[in-house]
């Protein structure tokens, strides 16, 4: 087993205070926590979070969203395999350089 280090962190108390609670609430230490976080950093080479700014134009609800908009609008193209998606993406590609 490695050996532990102590690293100390300055965090909002505000932050700390609720964090700590949800944590306990699940049944593990603010501790646990950011070991885990630190952990799944390391397991997935970036930050492990979905939505890093919530409602920022990256959320991951808000492309889920629009992914069912748009899979209701019977005016968007459909495509039979990703391949022929591609395709057009890539024809649509090269009228743009052709305008430009």
Known sequence: MA???????RIDSQ????????YRAMGMTLSQ????????????GRLPLTEVVPGS????????????LIGRDSNRERYSSAK???AAMDAEDEAEEIDA
């Open 3 to 9: 050996a532990n280090t102590t690293y100390n962190i």
């Open 15 to 22: 932050i700390r205070k609720e964090a700590d609670a949800l």
């Open 33 to 44: 926590a950011v070991n885990l976080f630190l952990t799944q950093s390391v397991v997935q």
């Open 57 to 68: 134009k990256f959320s991951l609800i808000k492309a889920m969203e629009e992914t069912e």
């Open 84 to 86: 022929e998606m591609f």
